[in-house]
């Protein structure tokens, strides 16, 4: 009997550790992760407003890509970019009600062939082509009446200016959608994401 | 609880078996995504973090399992060595192939990579590319041409006419639209031809515009819209006045589709090579780690397995080594349970455990007869020690094996030291001792061999500080396996007391027929005398009536004498009637001493114990008794100028039996150890004068008392006489006759 109680103690031991080493590990990597994001998306500034029933988002920002996504860029690799807003009215010891949350995706393609780059509005299905990296990422950190009208998710309380609220945006590259060698756990060199830039709306 | 054991050990293996798989089936997923660019594997990381932690798991029980046969290894329990080394050598054999094979499979796998990316192949992708540029090129400067000839003829055009001129000339151009910029950066005319284009014109870019007002055109393929490939050529048409800016013209030419899908074409492969060129590092990388992942698997498995497989087959051997444990602890109850029925072990456990229950019952057999034997010498030892004969026994080399509490009483309790040793050791426990078994020894080696009797007896006698013993001694041999037979009993009789009652009732027949046969002539001897003096005085004369006178005087006092001597004899062989009064004895002996005062030069001291009680005695025997005994205590003393005699009287002995003892003693010269032994039989005495009856009519009296008596010597000179008479048990005497 005391065997079986040894074995059962071990095989718990062994669970015990293991979920330990494995909150242990998420925790390391989640420090890792964070200390990892290259913070060189740097927003500027950023409106939301409603014009004629329709939300819309004006954004500027500076995109300053790493010689080596630079270069992944220029050999093929796409990058896709998610631009995420977010509206939240604060509430008391809950967590805030979301009142808005869009996220639009846009691509940069380099074509060797022209060499010019493309940045493509994913959800618009529109592209603007440039002939200049800089002119393509100003492209890209310039997002002017932008319609995030389909992801409004509470319109009244987003359009009572009485109700104080927090609107959000942070633009980061989508690891997901790199080629799937990149996406490793500790591939630092693709990652790359703004701060989230908060501003109160009213 | 061995069945239990055994159903968990493979419930457990049941479990790992089933983790292996899908780890294996996760990690062929892992290798499948890895060599894949495709974005659909989404869970990847999920599949590799779940894996890592599926290993962290196996290699959390790994370093337990390797913990717990340290700490086993350290504590010596048994069959963790072979443990040790069973693992050690499983994981040695499991470890050198899938090392071999990894190693070699990371280097064909980095060859076949690096086989995917052919120097040749590249150079065609960089020449296609080129060509496709070169093919464009041709058509670019064609088509440069044609707008520069456009841009001449709109040169001096008004900005009203523009429209029309530029209509007329796209008319007969290729361009799919054409559009003139004023020095004003306005859009002065557009012309479409092309349903692709958009509805407004396409503005070139503002570094083209500027560009091209100082004289700079720019011919390229651009896309335009979507994915659409147009040649753009951006012009200058000058202006009339020098004051004023040039005008720009912009002129967008349609690529062929044949040549435009080639062009995509040879774009699309050029950017995948490309990419993969790009990725090449991280896909060997991918790869390797997930092949590193299927090794560590592989290992981690293997060590598990061969923890698992050891203790498994460790079980029985471990299970057997305690087992040999406790049964060299004396656990005969030691049973292993039989995992394993057809194997070498199963029949070395089956051998064990029959082992053991023969072993058992031997052991209970054993224990059954020793009890009985044990047993059989209880009973033995209490009949031993309740007969009154002493009992010797000797094993076949004369070392002395039991002494019976009868033989420690007749020779004294110096023999209780001489079991375990040789009979010849004897002299080294007393002296008496010594004297018996000298006398046993010399009989056993010379007597008993000589006549080759198995059964002897002798007399024996001894000198021992109470006097001279005589003993009886018969001797067997017992009968024994060996030549020389199992050894020897000696059961001995202390005869002294026999020999001394038979003396003493010789004695006194002897002094009972003296006393009758002597007794009746001395009356008319000594009548005779007087009547020879009275009848012959008158008649002799002189001499003759003085010789007369003293021969009859010598008659008359040799007659009384012999009837002193005879009424000595008549009074120790007489057996009178005791008239035993209630006395007490301290006024009795002060009595007697009251006679002794005045005495010159005698000093006579009475220690008395007033705790000594009245018992029944005969008080004129009683008194004869103490006479006698300082008679003898002063006689002894006769060379001593102040003789002394010191009585004592106390009580003594257990509440359920008392005694009144009485000590003469003197400080004369003690008795003659030869004479110890006989001093009480009539005629043995040291002095020269009296009848030498004293003593042994002292001890008549005491034995008719129920008493007894016992002379020594004191250790600091002089001699002892130890007079003990026996209360009345349960009696209280109130006076009167006993």
């Given at each position: 009997?005391a065997?079986?109680?040894?074995?059962?103690?071990?095989?718990?031991?062994?669970v015990?550790?293991?979920?330990?080493?494995?909150?242990?590990?998420?925790?390391?990597?989640?420090g890792?992760?964070?200390?990892?994001?290259?913070?060189?998306?740097?927003?500027?500034?950023?409106?939301?407003?409603?014009?004629?029933?329709?939300?819309?988002?004006?954004?500027?920002?500076?995109?300053?890509?790493?010689?080596?996504?630079?270069?992944?860029?220029e050999?093929?690799?796409?990058?896709?970019?998610?631009?995420?807003?977010?509206?939240?009215?604060?509430?008391?010891?809950?967590?805030?009600?979301?009142l808005?949350?869009?996220?639009r995706?846009?691509?940069?393609?380099?074509?060797?062939?022209?060499?010019?780059?493309?940045?493509?509005?994913?959800?618009?299905?529109?592209s603007?082509n440039?002939?200049s990296?800089?002119?393509?990422?100003?492209?890209?950190?310039?997002l002017?009446l932008?319609?995030?009208?389909?992801?409004?998710?509470?319109?009244t309380?987003?359009?009572?200016?009485?109700?104080a609220?927090?609107?959000?945006?942070?633009?980061?590259?989508?690891?997901q959608?790199l080629?799937?060698?990149?996406?490793?756990?500790?591939?630092?060199?693709?990652r790359?994401?703004?701060?989230?830039?908060?501003?109160?709306?009213? | 609880?061995?069945?239990?054991l055994?159903?968990?050990?493979?419930?457990?293996?049941?479990?790992?078996?089933?983790?292996?798989?899908?780890?294996?089936?996760?990690?062929?997923?892992?290798?499948?995504?890895?060599?894949?660019?495709?974005?659909?594997?989404?869970?990847?990381?999920f599949?590799?973090?779940?894996?890592?932690?599926?290993?962290?798991?196996?290699?959390?029980?790994i370093v337990?399992?390797?913990?717990?046969?340290?700490?086993?290894?350290?504590a010596?329990?048994a069959?963790?060595?072979?443990?040790?080394?069973?693992?050690?050598?499983?994981?040695?054999?499991?470890?050198?192939?899938?090392?071999?094979?990894?190693?070699?499979?990371?280097?064909?796998?980095?060859?076949?990579?690096?086989?995917?990316?052919?120097?040749?192949?590249?150079?065609?992708?960089?020449?296609?590319?080129?060509?496709?540029?070169?093919s464009?090129?041709?058509?670019?400067?064609?088509?440069?041409?044609?707008?520069?000839?456009?841009?001449?003829?709109?040169?001096?055009?008004?900005?009203?006419?523009?429209?029309?001129?530029?209509?007329?000339?796209?008319?007969?151009?290729?361009?799919?639209?054409m559009?003139?910029?004023?020095?004003?950066?306005?859009?002065?005319?557009?012309?479409?031809?092309?349903?692709?284009?958009?509805?407004?014109?396409?503005?070139?870019?503002?570094?083209?515009?500027?560009?091209?007002?100082?004289?700079?055109?720019?011919?390229?393929?651009d896309?335009?819209?979507?994915?659409?490939?147009?040649?753009?050529?951006?012009?200058?048409?000058?202006?009339?006045?020098?004051?004023?800016?040039?005008?720009?013209l912009?002129?967008?030419?349609?690529?062929?589709?044949?040549?435009?899908?080639?062009?995509?074409?040879?774009?699309?492969?050029?950017?995948?090579?490309?990419?993969?060129?790009?990725?090449?590092?991280?896909i060997?990388?991918s790869?390797?780690?997930?092949?590193?992942?299927?090794?560590?698997?592989?290992?981690?498995?293997?060590?598990?397995?061969?923890?698992?497989?050891?203790?498994?087959?460790?079980?029985?051997?471990?299970?057997?080594?305690?087992?040999t444990?406790a049964?060299?602890?004396?656990?005969?109850?030691?049973?292993?349970?039989?995992?394993?029925?057809?194997?070498?072990?199963?029949?070395?456990?089956?051998s064990?455990?029959?082992?053991?229950?023969?072993?058992?019952?031997?052991?209970?057999?054993?224990q059954?007869?020793?009890?009985?034997?044990e047993?059989?010498?209880?009973?033995?030892?209490?009949?031993?020690?309740?007969?009154s004969?002493?009992?010797?026994?000797?094993?076949?080399?004369?070392?002395?094996?039991?002494?019976?509490?009868?033989?420690?009483?007749?020779?004294?309790?110096e023999?209780?030291?001489?079991?375990?040793?040789?009979?010849s050791?004897?002299?080294?426990?007393?002296?008496?001792?010594?004297?018996?078994?000298?006398?046993?020894?010399?009989?056993?080696e010379?007597?008993?061999?000589?006549?080759?009797?198995?059964?002897?007896?002798?007399?024996?006698?001894?000198?021992a500080?109470?006097?001279?013993?005589?003993?009886?001694?018969?001797?067997?041999?017992?009968?024994?396996?060996?030549?020389?037979?199992?050894?020897?009993?000696?059961?001995?009789?202390?005869?002294?007391?026999?020999?001394?009652?038979?003396?003493?009732?010789?004695?006194?027949e002897?002094?009972?027929?003296?006393?009758?046969?002597?007794?009746?002539?001395?009356?008319?001897?000594?009548?005779?005398?007087?009547?020879?003096?009275?009848?012959?005085?008158?008649?002799?004369?002189?001499?003759?009536?003085?010789?007369?006178?003293?021969?009859?005087?010598?008659?008359?006092?040799?007659?009384?004498?012999?009837?002193?001597?005879?009424?000595?004899?008549?009074?120790?062989?007489?057996?009178?009637?005791?008239?035993?009064?209630?006395?007490?004895?301290?006024?009795?002996?002060?009595?007697?001493?009251?006679?002794?005062?005045?005495?010159?030069?005698?000093h006579?001291?009475?220690?008395?114990s007033?705790?000594?009680?009245e018992?029944?005695?005969?008080?004129?025997?009683?008194?004869?008794?103490?006479?006698?005994?300082?008679?003898?205590?002063?006689?002894?003393?006769?060379e001593?100028?102040?003789?002394?005699v010191?009585?004592?009287?106390?009580?003594?002995?257990?509440?359920?039996?008392?005694?009144?003892?009485?000590?003469?003693?003197?400080?004369?010269?003690?008795?003659?150890?030869?004479n110890?032994?006989?001093?009480?039989?009539?005629?043995?005495?040291?002095?020269?004068?009296?009848?030498g009856?004293?003593?042994?009519?002292?001890?008549?009296i005491?034995?008719?008392h129920?008493?007894s008596?016992?002379?020594?010597?004191?250790e600091?000179?002089?001699?002892?006489?130890?007079?003990?008479?026996?209360?009345?048990?349960?009696?209280?005497?109130?006076?009167?006759?006993?």
């Amino acid at each position: 009997m005391a065997e079986v109680k040894r074995s059962r103690r071990q095989m718990l031991v062994g669970v015990g550790l293991t979920a330990a080493a494995g909150l242990g590990s998420v925790a390391l990597l989640s420090g890792y992760s964070a200390r990892l994001k290259s913070e060189r998306i740097d927003i500027q500034s950023a409106v939301l407003r409603e014009v004629n029933n329709r939300w819309l988002f004006d954004c500027r920002a500076t995109i300053d890509l790493p010689a080596r996504i630079q270069l992944g860029l220029e050999s093929g690799v796409p990058l896709q970019f998610i631009v995420s807003v977010k509206v939240t009215k604060p509430v008391d010891f809950w967590p805030d009600d979301v009142l808005l949350s869009a996220k639009r995706r846009f691509r940069l393609v380099y074509y060797e062939l022209t060499r010019h780059y493309r940045v493509h509005s994913v959800e618009d299905d529109k592209s603007v082509n440039t002939r200049s990296l800089l002119s393509a990422l100003d492209e890209l950190g310039s997002l002017n009446l932008l319609d995030v009208t389909d992801w409004v998710k509470n319109s009244t309380d987003l359009s009572d200016s009485s109700i104080a609220k927090n609107a959000s945006v942070s633009i980061a590259l989508d690891q997901q959608y790199l080629p799937l060698p990149l996406q490793h756990l500790f591939n630092s060199d693709w990652r790359l994401a703004s701060e989230e830039f908060v501003w109160p709306l009213s | 609880m061995a069945s239990i054991l055994s159903r968990r050990s493979m419930t457990s293996a049941v479990w790992m078996a089933l983790l292996f798989v899908l780890l294996i089936a996760s990690l062929y997923v892992l290798g499948t995504m890895a060599l894949r660019l495709d974005r659909f594997s989404q869970y990847y990381s999920f599949l590799l973090v779940a894996n890592g932690l599926a290993l962290l798991f196996i290699g959390t029980l790994i370093v337990l399992n390797g913990w717990r046969l340290t700490q086993e290894w350290r504590a010596q329990v048994a069959g963790s060595r072979l443990t040790v080394k069973f693992v050690i050598l499983s994981v040695v054999l499991a470890l050198v192939p899938v090392l071999l094979v990894y190693s070699f499979s990371v280097r064909f796998l980095r060859a076949n990579i690096n086989s995917y990316f052919d120097i040749e192949i590249e150079q065609a992708l960089d020449d296609a590319l080129e060509l496709s540029r070169e093919s464009l090129g041709l058509q670019m400067r064609t088509l440069q041409r044609d707008t520069l000839n456009v841009a001449d003829q709109l040169v001096g055009v008004s900005d009203n006419m523009a429209v029309v001129e530029l209509n007329a000339l796209s008319a007969d151009s290729e361009a799919s639209e054409m559009t003139l910029i004023g020095p004003n950066n306005r859009i002065i005319a557009s012309t479409g031809l092309s349903d692709q284009l958009n509805v407004q014109p396409v503005r070139p870019d503002d570094d083209l515009v500027s560009r091209a007002k100082s004289g700079i055109g720019y011919v390229g393929v651009d896309p335009v819209g979507q994915n659409d490939l147009y040649i753009r050529v951006v012009t200058p048409v000058l202006s009339d006045d020098p004051t004023q800016e040039n005008s720009v013209l912009q002129a967008l030419y349609p690529i062929a589709t044949r040549s435009a899908k080639l062009a995509e074409s040879v774009q699309t492969s050029y950017q995948q090579y490309r990419s993969l060129v790009f990725l090449r590092r991280p896909i060997t990388l991918s790869t390797i780690l997930t092949l590193s992942l299927a090794l560590l698997l592989s290992v981690m498995m293997a060590v598990w397995f061969a923890f698992y497989a050891a203790r498994r087959m460790m079980s029985p051997v471990h299970e057997l080594v305690e087992g040999t444990r406790a049964v060299a602890e004396g656990n005969l109850q030691t049973r292993i349970y039989k995992k394993s029925k057809n194997d070498e072990l199963g029949y070395l456990v089956h051998s064990f455990n029959y082992m053991t229950l023969q072993l058992e019952q031997a052991r209970d057999k054993t224990q059954t007869s020793q009890l009985q034997l044990e047993s059989q010498r209880a009973y033995l030892q209490a009949v031993l020690g309740q007969i009154s004969s002493g009992v010797i026994t000797l094993d076949s080399q004369q070392v002395v094996n039991t002494v019976n509490a009868a033989a420690i009483s007749i020779l004294g309790d110096e023999l209780q030291g001489l079991t375990g040793r040789k009979i010849s050791d004897g002299a080294k426990i007393s002296n008496l001792t010594g004297q018996f078994c000298d006398q046993v020894l010399s009989f056993l080696e010379s007597g008993s061999k000589a006549t080759k009797h198995k059964h002897w007896s002798a007399e024996m006698d001894v000198v021992a500080e109470s006097g001279r013993r005589f003993l009886f001694v018969r001797g067997a041999e017992l009968e024994g396996s060996g030549s020389e037979g199992s050894g020897t009993v000696l059961v001995i009789d202390d005869i002294t007391v026999m020999i001394s009652a038979q003396r003493d009732a010789a004695w006194s027949e002897v002094a009972r027929r003296l006393a009758h046969e002597i007794k009746n002539p001395l009356t008319p001897i000594q009548l005779s005398a007087e009547r020879l003096r009275r009848k012959f005085s008158k008649k002799l004369n002189g001499e003759d009536t003085e010789h007369l006178g003293r021969l009859t005087a010598t008659i008359e006092n040799q007659v009384d004498s012999l009837k002193s001597m005879v009424n000595a004899f008549a009074a120790y062989a007489s057996t009178p009637q005791l008239n035993l009064v209630k006395t007490d004895p301290n006024s009795l002996l002060k009595e007697v001493m009251e006679l002794y005062e005045g005495t010159r030069g005698v000093h006579i001291e009475l220690d008395l114990s007033p705790e000594v009680r009245e018992l029944p005695l005969d008080v004129p025997r009683i008194r004869q008794l103490v006479h006698n005994l300082i008679k003898n205590a002063l006689e002894s003393q006769s060379e001593q100028t102040h003789p002394q005699v010191r009585i004592i009287s106390l009580e003594r002995g257990q509440p359920s039996f008392r005694e009144l003892e009485i000590r003469v003693e003197d400080q004369g010269p003690g008795f003659e150890l030869d004479n110890l032994g006989r001093l009480f039989e009539p005629y043995v005495t040291s002095k020269t004068k009296g009848t030498g009856l004293g003593l042994a009519i002292v001890k008549k009296i005491v034995e008719e008392h129920g008493g007894s008596i016992k002379a020594s010597n004191r250790e600091q000179g002089g001699a002892m006489m130890t007079l003990r008479f026996p209360y009345p048990s349960g009696i209280v005497v109130t006076g009167g006759d006993a």
